[in-house]
Each structure stands twice: as C-alpha cells, then as structure tokens.
C-alpha cells in the first residue's frame, strides 16, 4: 500500500521563557488510503502537537525543528508549504477536534457555518451548499437535519455538535480525516454513538482516519493499527491485534495493565510508578527507562530507535531489550514443547 | 477482624456497620421565573428520591452520565447542599437535623476529594499549609508548623517525600497533586470521604497508582467511600457495590460484579456496553447496545420512567407511571416495570 501521508523524522520544539521543551522528538509513520492509525499517548506525549504539525497548525512559540510531513508526496514543511496547505487543508486533510463546544462559532447558525464551509471550498450556489448541509447533517445521523440546519450551536448538546463538526470535516470528502481526542469530552453512550459513526463513515467513505487518543479502548474497535507515543516519540507501532494481545514495549505493557477493563476483574491494577520525564530536559537515553522494570545500562545511555521487531516490518519497536523480552513473555510454540519436553524428563 | 487478616490483594473486606444511610434524598434547585409577575418559581429536580447506605469499610461506587445529579448527591450527603426532602444518617445520627457546632463536629468524620487537582488546591499556600488547614481549622493543632509531624506523617502515608512539605503546589504532576488532595482529606481521620471522580483527571499510568493508595488506605483505615465516577472500568474495580444514577434517579443498586455480570435495568446494559474494552477481536465482536438520543433535560423530564424516551424495551406503562425502586432478588435493586 503506497502510503498517502508520511511523517518523516518529525521535530517540533517549543521554546519558552523556562527552556525549549522537545514536545515531538523524530515522529516517523505513514498512513495508507483508506488506512485508520490511532496515535496513543497520556497528556504531554506529544500526540497533539504531532497531529497540528500534519497541518501547519503549530502555533508559536512552538516551531517544526527538523523532519518533514509529506501529503502524497508534496511537503507540508518545505518549499512553498502554506500555498500547498492552503490547497489541501478541508479538501483532502480534514480536521475534528475535541471540544465540540469551542469550535463552532456561537452567533452563527450551524447552517450557515457549513455553507461557509462548503462554498469555501466549491464553488457552489448557496441554495446548493445548503442543501448539501441538510444531507451532510443527514449522513452523521442528526434527526430532522432540515430544522437542526437552522439551530445555533447553542441548542445542541455535545454529541449532537461532534456530529455536526464531523460533517463539516466530510463536507469535502477528504481523503484523511484526523480526529483529535474527539469523544473526551463525551458522555460513554455518546461517545459510544460517536464511535460507531467514525467507523461506520470510515467504512461507507474510504477515508482513511488518524485518531489522537489517550484512551486504548477507544483505539480498539476502530483502528487497524496503533503507535503508542512516549515523551515525544513512538515507541511502539503495530497492528491493532498484535499490539493488544501481544504488546513488545515495556511502555506499552504497563499501559495496558494500569488500565482497568470492565470485562475483567483484577486484584490490583499495576501502576506504572513514576512521572513522564521533562521534555525540556530529556534523558540521554531511553525516556522510558527510568520507570521501566526492564531497563539495563544500555537503555539509559543510548536511545533506542523504531525498528523492526524480529524482522517483522509491520511491528516496530523501540526498545532495547524487546525481542529478548518478547522471547520471554510470548514463547513460541517449539520453545514450549522444548520446555515442556524438559520438565517431563526432570 | 485484625489488620494482618486482611487480604493484601482484591477490594478490602467491608464490614455491615452502616456510616451512611441516605433515605429518600430529593434536591431541587430553582431556576428563572415565569407566570404572571414571574411568580412562579421553576425548580429543576436534580436528584429525586434517591436511597442508598454506605458500610464501614465499604466503597459504593455512583455512577451516572453528566447532568445525572452525582455530583449533586455527593455534596447533598455532606450536607454542603440541603436537601428539599429525605434524610441522611451519619452512623445513626440525622445530618439533616443538624445545625452549627453540632455540624462542624460531624463534618471533621466525612471529608471529600475532588475531581480537579489543578484547582482544588490553593497555589499561594504550601503544601504543609494545606494539609494543615483542616486541622487548624478544627482546633486540633493551633498553627501549621506546629503540626508539621503530623503532616509530613500524612504526606508519607500518600507516598510523598517528607520535602514535599516545604514546597507549593505548582512544583507537582497531577497524580501528586491529587495525593495532597488525599492526604488533606485524611487529616481529620474520617470514617468517610466522598471522591467526587478523583482520577478522571489523571493519565491512565498515574490513575492506577491513586486507585490503588486508596484502596490501601481503606484496608488500613476503614473508611468508607461513595466513588462518585463516569468511569465504568475504574468503578467496577474499585467498589464493593455499584449504584447507578439516570437523570436524578437511581435505576439500579447491587453488588459489584452482580451489576456487571447480570444487570436488569436497560440503561445500565446499555452504559456497559458503551464502555470500549481495550481488546480489538472482543470489542469487534461484542453485541453492543448503542443507545439512541440523550438525557432528557431536568426542566421538562418525561412522565414515567426517565429512560423511556431512549429505552429499547420501552412498554405502554413505563410513559405514565414510575416503576419503583425495589428489591428484585437478594440485595439487587433496580426501578423498572419490564425486568
């Protein structure tokens, strides 16, 4: 699958009166046609900013530093990049955020909002755009989308607004649709509603979808493959299944296990101890290290970088120590029988 | 029971001893006026006729969607809010009875644990004055710095470094933040706190190291807690006994795992079924129940049951009458008229 969006070495800095934080330290993914990656990290991963940067929608005092962002090719970086932004951004790339209060204007009705939007980027006849709007709002499942289309933002509730800032991301049949934490702020059955949407549009429309998320649940029923990031970088990028049922980075792992599921129940949820590090310091070696079970002296003086994980090109790793942990935790079946071979004649 | 029979993993053992009984609890808060010279006063009815006990050592975990009125019964049961009718009972006594010193004795045994560590803590004030606060407060030391031991003892307890102390709250992450929280909660050792979504704010990783000092703390210290949380997943692992709150009324109460594994009311299916499962194959294949709709506004709830309007088993009886709350198998309530 040749790739639409690359991500290449990306480096964003911010740079501020107490110091330059590295908020994005060599990003490096690409997404497919049609592909759905989620981009996972707690608060200050740098999974945000990595998703403004697709955009040139860093704002100061933060700055790409190094790397580049390619859309089909065309740098969204280098030579000449507003004008080529300019040209793609709601057409091609569209963007949902996650606080469907703030990002519609509240003097405007959610109609005229979406005509703006639409004639912006087609001409059309605003009788046309309207139209359009009705059967927009239509496809993301709002009843009655010939009176909603008149209603200020206001008179909606949360969902109801997330569904509306989806439609104007679609108006223009992008073919990326990045959708940054865009059920936070959303009640679980809301949220729940919302998800079903996103997949079920992902599927009619073949867009291919980034979702920035801090939550695994959310990654797990829509996307075909997840990166986990860690104080401004990937540590782990894999397919979906793998990564849940299998997961190689020690990061990784301890996310999943401090989340509680409920289908399960557990004794004790396994805490990572520890905070992430200061990115305006960030440590010699792995950023991981100091609060991983695993870590040997090698780890915190080098940086590990994103590699194949026993020559497997769809599941990278940065660690050290991953395929020997791997080894270990997931033993292959030979390895089994040998070990079970061996106690049998002890 | 002895401290070295308990066991170190799972939920601490509750005992029956009941810290809190709330009996029919409604809060109503007037909004705007309206009739002729705006006499008539409209009251939106946050929480109606709501039930529930708490036991010594026990977590009741509350559950409800925003607008559900959780937060609203967590304060009520402090009596930070009055309520327009029912009664609560602190290990026998009626808080809703009580007035003044009477009041401020009670108030020192139940504490509360907020949601924002960013903003629950006052950033021009150290960390040893904060937690010293209540105890000044309560004329149980008659400054901070003469109760610094006890402190930097509470700070220890909630796994902070005795240095913490010295320091004001912007030197810290969330998680520790919230851990000053706990430990200010703790001063006055109440036998009950309320922890009004005490982790929604934190990272995954840091949310499970404050479920898990709180858990230690309730197995050493007995207190009981009514977790208020829109988190399934947390609450499931954190409580003895679950009880779920739609548009201001509770709709179903049990145990646990009993409302996990066979819950009765439609609503709380359908909450489960919401709640992702970080598991692609299982959250693909899952039956899930996607609700249609949203919580009716409190102004102007629907006559009846207040899930009707969303509710897939919805009969002729459940748009006139309310079902009610009761006893549908041992110690498992729920309100509806088809289950």
């Known amino acids: 699958m040749t790739p639409v969006l690359e991500v290449d070495h990306l480096q964003v800095d911010f740079v501020t009166r107490r110091g330059t934080v590295h908020a994005v330290r060599d990003v490096s993914f690409t997404i497919g046609k049609g592909e759905t990656l989620g981009l996972v990290g707690e608060s200050g991963s740098g999974k945000s900013v990595t998703a403004q940067a697709l955009l040139g929608m860093i704002e100061l005092p933060g700055r790409i530093v190094g790397g580049d962002v390619r859309w089909k090719g065309a740098s969204l970086v280098h030579d000449n990049a507003a004008a080529t932004i300019e040209r793609i951004r709601g057409r091609e790339i569209a963007m949902v955020f996650q606080d469907p209060m703030t990002s519609l204007d509240p003097v405007f009705s959610i109609g005229s909002q979406m005509v703006e939007v639409l004639r912006r980027h087609r001409k059309q006849s605003r009788k046309a755009a309207w139209a359009r709007a009705v059967d927009l709002l239509d496809m993301v499942g709002i009843a009655n989308p010939a009176q909603r289309v008149k209603q200020y933002p206001f008179e909606m509730s949360g969902g109801m607004r997330q569904r509306v800032l989806i439609a104007m991301a679609l108006a223009c049949e992008p073919e990326l649709l990045v959708a940054d934490e865009p059920t936070t702020a959303l009640d679980v059955t809301i949220q729940a509603q919302i998800l079903d949407l996103l997949a079920d549009l992902q599927q009619r429309l073949d867009v291919a979808v980034l979702l920035i998320t801090h939550d695994l649940g959310v990654v797990a029923g829509v996307c075909d493959r997840v990166a986990v990031m860690y104080a401004g970088k990937i540590v782990e990028d894999a397919a979906a299944a793998d990564l849940y049922a299998t997961p190689a980075h020690p990061y990784s792992i301890g996310l999943l296990r401090s989340t509680p599921r409920v289908d399960v129940v557990l004794d004790r949820l396994v805490a990572i101890e520890g905070a992430p590090p200061d990115l305006r310091r960030p440590p010699a070696g792995c950023a991981y290290a100091a609060r991983c079970d695993h870590a040997a002296d090698r780890c915190r003086k080098e940086q590990p970088v994103l590699e194949a994980l026993n020559g497997r090109d769809d599941r990278l790793v940065a660690c050290f120590r991953a395929a020997e942990l791997a080894a270990a935790a997931y033993p292959t079946a030979d390895v089994v029988e040998d070990a079970v071979a061996a106690e049998v004649e002890a | ?339």
């Open chain 2, 1 to 339: 029971m002895t401290e070295t029979a308990a066991p170190i993993l799972g939920r601490p053992i509750p005992t029956q001893e009941r810290v809190i009984e709330a009996d029919g609890i409604s809060v109503r808060f007037p909004v705007g006026r309206s009739g002729f010279w705006g006499r008539q006063v409209k009251w939106v009815h946050a929480v109606d006729d709501v039930s529930f006990t708490v036991h010594h050592g026990e977590t009741l975990g509350l559950v409800g969607e925003s607008g559900s009125g959780k937060t609203t019964v967590g304060r009520t049961v402090l009596r930070r809010l009055d309520p327009s009718a029912g009664r609560i009972m602190f290990r026998g006594q009626d808080v809703t009875a009580t007035n003044g010193e009477e009041l401020r004795r009670l108030r020192r045994r139940m504490q509360l644990v907020f949601q924002d560590p960013y903003a629950s803590l006052n950033p021009r004030m150290s960390v040893l004055q904060l937690v010293a606060e209540p105890l000044v407060v309560h004329g149980k030391a008659k400054s901070a710095s003469s109760a610094r031991e006890e402190v930097v003892a509470l700070l220890e307890r909630c796994g902070l470094p005795e240095d913490t102390a010295d320091r004001h709250p912007h030197a810290f992450s969330g998680g520790q933040r919230q851990r000053i929280g706990i430990a200010r909660a703790l001063a006055l050792r109440p036998d009950f706190i309320v922890a009004d979504e005490p982790v929604s704010a934190l990272d995954v990783s840091v949310r499970a190291q404050i479920v898990n000092l709180l858990q230690d703390l309730q197995r050493e210290l007995g207190i009981a807690y009514l977790f208020i949380a829109h988190d399934l997943s947390v609450v499931r692992h954190i409580s003895h006994r679950i009880a779920i709150l739609y548009a201001g009324k509770l709709v179903e109460l049990a145990d646990s795992d009993v409302v996990y594994d066979t819950p009765l009311h439609p609503y709380t299916e359908a909450l489960l079924s919401s709640v992702p499962i970080p598991d692609p194959p299982l959250q693909r294949a899952r039956q899930r129940i996607v609700l249609q709709g949203e919580i009716p506004n409190p102004l102007d709830p629907p006559p009846g049951c207040r899930f009707q309007t969303r509710c897939p088993l919805v009969q002729d009886v459940c748009r006139h009458q309310t079902p009610p709350f009761e006893e549908k198998a041992p110690g498992h309530w729920a309100a509806c008229w088809v289950r």
